[in-house]
């Protein structure tokens, strides 16, 4: 199934606002021009004309009159267009390129590109809270032209010029000066965000093998959850916080953004190694927090932080004070220690716990959390569900998956090394406790408690956290603010 991301589609629908000068059109019009962004990756389509579409349009550069369209990476700026015949057309700065307000025929005019930007002119700069957002910070007009200003977001307010707001839309009239206005944005939340650049699926009935990148909706413990799964390779769930790259798990059932840490998105091993838990004799050390007894019940008394815990405890509290006002901490971290069906408990003989059955070889996978004591709040590690809702499976090397990959898209994030889950496994008679592992892509318990493996967190961001930049690809991740 291929899906259209909502904000190309958003992009798509601005761009036929712009009446942009990118075909022919008849010989009487200015937009018979043939002017476009990227003259280097794109062709403009040829059609047969009788007039010189030279003498439509010509410039001046630094005062000097010429019919060579200046660099922009030679510093210039269109600062005003003078037309004959009174045609409102604007130059985006920062896309290079002419857009159309109104056309006369057989108009000519001239856009003057000087370098110093105070120079006298008929132009709109643009300030916002989201820069990303808008389609251009900079247009040049003609005396008494128009200006237009698209975004992403809706336009809550304009001070600093006499602009007219339509939605998404910013109209600037009778610019006869050089002016500068503010906008103010209202700003997507991340979750919002992320739902709108991948409209939500329907849970599948199967794991996602590796293709499209997609978001699918399930239930948590605490209502509707949104899952990444798929091709990681090209998926825009990164996200910048605390001076780290992150990448989104699921957008959680109360409305928070999970993470997994990423490190600087090449190595994702930065903030070190721990035993699960450096004792492994009892299945009481599957506990991400454990009470040593001699039953299920008395385990989950969690008495003791397990020693993977306190690793991750320990980097939470290096976190600043405003990095922590981003957390949210109802969100729930579960620590799965249900017996698998067929088993019971026991300090002598080998039980299965229930992330065994849910991931292999029957599927069973779920986010929510039965038992109120495997319910953690404010940090944990990735469950083995999330792994296996994400692309994995036990003993299937996933090297497509998103918590695998690298910001490049195709080198392993943590390299060869093992990272845990939080998810009790086996314990085995002869005195072992195992605790699930991915390395590779792939889900394993090759290594009991007490073996030294990378930690990686994972945190949940509030609901009200909101995007101020970036695409959420692995070079460009959301940056955020509250």
Known sequence: MELTHTQLKCHEDKMKKKILIISIITMVALS???????????????????IDTK?????????????????????????????????????????????ITDSKKLDRCVVDFPKEESTLGYRVTI???????????????????????????????????NGTIEGDT?????????????????????ANKIKIEYPPLLES?????????????????????????GNGASMKNWVSFAGKKWIIIRINGNGSVRLLYAGDGNDATDIGTSPFNNSHDHPAYVGWKYTV?????????????????TKVEAWY??????????????????????IASGFSYSTTATFYYTAHEKTYPDKKLTFNCSNTNDKFYNFGLMTADEVEFAIAAYGTSEKKSYYYLAQDGTSSITGSSYWWTMSPYLYRGNGNAFVSLVREGSLTYE?????????????????NVVVKNGDGSGTSPYEISL
């Not at 018979?32 to 009788?50: A, C, V, Y």
């Not at 007894?293 to 815990?309: C, P, V, W």
């Open 32 to 50: 018979s021009l043939l002017f476009i962004k990227k003259e280097d990756k794109e062709t403009p389509r040829k059609r047969e004309i009788s």
């Open 55 to 99: 003498e439509l349009i010509s410039y001046t550069i630094d005062g000097a009159p010429t019919t060579k369209r200046p660099n922009k990476e030679d510093g210039y700026i269109a600062n005003k267009i003078e037309c004959e015949n009174d045609s409102d057309i604007m130059w985006d700065n920062d896309n290079w390129e002419v857009e």
């Open 127 to 161: 300030t916002t809270n989201n820069i990303a957002s808008l389609d251009s910070l900079s247009k040049a007009t003609t005396n008494g032209g128009t200006v237009v200003i698209y975004s992403l977001e809706t336009i809550k307010n304009v001070s600093g010029c």
């Open 170 to 190: 910013l109209i600037i009239s009778n610019v006869t000066n050089n002016v500068t206005c503010n906008i103010t944005l209202e700003l997507k939340t991340l």
């Open 205 to 229: 009935p199967e794991l996602n093998d590796g293709g499209i990148p997609s978001l699918y909706a399930g239930t948590d413990n605490q209502g509707t959850t949104y899952y990444f799964s």
């Open 293 to 309: 007894g001699g039953s299920l019940e008395a385990d989950r008394g969690n008495t003791t932080k397990s020693d993977a815990y």
């Open 317 to 338: 509290n290096s976190l600043s004070t405003n990095d922590k006002n981003y957390i949210d901490t109802k969100a729930i971290y579960c620590n799965d220690r249900n």
């Open 447 to 463: 290594w009991n408690s007490h073996g030294d493996h990378v930690i990686r967190p994972v945190i949940s961001l509030k609901s």
